[in-house]
């Protein structure tokens, strides 16, 4: 059943993991003397060459974490498992699963499903991004005279390693925490574009409590959301 979900929302994935790429590069590479930034992405079209020598892989791939990437990656995570589960309770599809596997079960089973769907999503998505800016970027930045990077290439690529690794588990965790979120929201109002908007405005009200970037905020919400999940679902009696 769940593979048949993936397969299904293949699409969203796919355009998912693209819109996650993209919000990265659109975080600030430098800083102009006006005191406005120029994102990767607009450094990468406007900048020769020479210019995007200066910066490294893991400058670029660092800028990524901006106040709107976690606004939004809310609900690019959430999308695809939230939209499923919703099509299964607007079908009423989810008596028959449920009769066959139980209240308890069927419900987790989705709550794994939205958590591992939103953790792949994001993870995903900063992967991708992490090696389109490796193709384009240096591992270690170019001296203005052309001579002698500023570290070992060994040394840099065990340093953009750490720096993917480590933000890539926060981001994949907080993906999995608003797809868990969205899952009980769908359980508690069945009506995607409502509980899309709701999990944007929480992302927005969330969004320097992401940036701090603690393990405790997407554990703790994934734990409260997993919880809530199953206390709503029994207090309706299994209806959705």
Not at 191 to 205: A, K, N, R, S
């Amino acid at each position: 059943m769940i593979s048949l979900y993936v397969r299904k929302k293949a699409p969203y994935y796919i355009l998912g993991i693209a819109a996650i790429a993209v919000l990265a590069s659109m975080g600030p590479l430098c800083y102009l003397d006006n005191d406005e930034f120029l994102s990767v992405a607009a450094a990468v079209v406007y900048f020769p060459k020479e210019r995007l020598l200066g910066f490294s892989a893991e400058d670029a791939f660092h800028s990524c974490a901006t106040s709107w990437m976690y606004v939004l990656l809310a609900a690019i995570a959430a999308l695809p498992s939230a939209s499923s589960v919703y099509e299964e309770l607007a079908s009423r599809f989810y008596m028959e699963v449920e009769g066959r596997m139980g209240k308890y079960r069927y419900v987790y089973s989705r709550l794994l499903y939205s958590a591992a769907s939103g953790g792949v999503l994001s993870a995903a998505g900063l992967v991708a991004y992490a090696l389109a800016v490796s193709c384009i970027f240096p591992l270690s930045p170019i001296s203005p005279g052309g001579q002698e990077p500023y570290g070992s290439n060994a040394m840099m690529a065990g340093s953009l390693l750490l720096s993917v690794g480590a933000k890539t588990l926060y981001m994949a965790s907080y993906g999995m925490a608003m797809s868990v979120l969205a899952m009980f929201l769908v359980f508690l109002y069945p009506d995607l574009y409502t509980c899309l908007g709701v999990l944007f405005t929480i992302g927005y009200l969330l969004k320097e409590a992401a940036m701090a970037e603690a393990m405790l905020l997407p554990w703790g919400m994934a734990a409260a959301g997993a919880a809530a999940c199953g206390i709503l679902w029994k207090m309706k009696g299994g209806r959705a």
